[in-house]
């Protein structure tokens, strides 16, 4: 199995462009969370999906929007990306909303100048 | 914002030493995760404490949540470089949210 995998890894983009991270589980999990980490800020939460077909608001959703495309998949968009944007994005998935432990993604490393 | 602090932020220690991180909230937790995180690496899933009081054991780390379910600790006894890493913890937020403190990095020198 291989768990949560995100794509890209590395992404360079300038500042106003866009892209999507994408993000798929295969333990059937039913909640799903993008993360951002920066040095010394822990890591954030962005959005999180508690079940198929609902998403809200984590601690710095500002400049994103997400998808939660089915049960496997949750995607995390930059519609005009900003350096303030530079981090590193972690996905991760849990059994339930409530129960149970995060399993996250490799991460995906993302520069904006 | 975060709704548990970490302290401290940074820990430097001899190989062999013990090690200490807290985690304290303002607001009573239902539970409390604690994580690991290598360089370079992704948070792996250490512990989960639920009870008041309780207090867990994984070979040399010790984990507690404090009676009122305000406070949390993680300790390492005789730190190896393989403990090298940053430890968080985790605690629900609104919702469904799962909010992390902002870790303690902990370094161990041989």
């Known amino acids: 199995n291989a768990g949560v995998t995100q794509t890209p890894k590395f992404q360079v983009l300038k500042t106003g462009q866009s892209m999507t991270l994408q993000c798929a589980q295969d333990m059937n999990h039913n909640s799903m969370y993008w993360y951002r980490q920066d040095p010394g800020m822990g890591l954030r939460l962005i959005y999180y999906s508690a079940s198929e077909g609902t998403t809200d608001k984590g601690e710095v959703p500002n400049g994103y929007n997400v998808s939660r495309l089915n049960k496997r998949e949750f995607s995390l968009r930059l519609e005009s990306a900003a350096p303030s944007q530079t981090s590193v994005y972690f996905c991760a998935s849990r059994r339930t909303a409530n129960t149970g432990e995060l399993f996250f993604g490799e991460g995906s490393r993302l520069t904006v100048l | 914002g975060q709704q548990v602090m970490q302290i401290p932020q940074y820990q430097h220690v001899q190989e062999g030493e013990d090690f200490t991180t807290y985690c304290n909230s303002s607001?009573?937790?239902?539970?409390i995760q604690w994580y690991k995180q290598r360089p370079g690496g992704h948070p792996v899933f250490l512990i989960q404490?639920?009870?008041?009081?309780e207090v867990k054991k994984q070979k040399r780390l010790t984990f507690q949540f404090g009676e009122a379910k305000k406070n949390s600790s993680l300790h390492i006894t005789a730190t190896q470089t393989t403990d090298v890493g940053t430890y968080f913890c985790a605690a629900g937020g609104s919702g469904y949210a799962l909010n992390f403190g902002k870790g303690t990095s902990l370094l161990v020198t041989p």
């Open positions: 404490l639920v009870k008041s009081g």
């Open positions: 607001t009573t937790l239902s539970n």
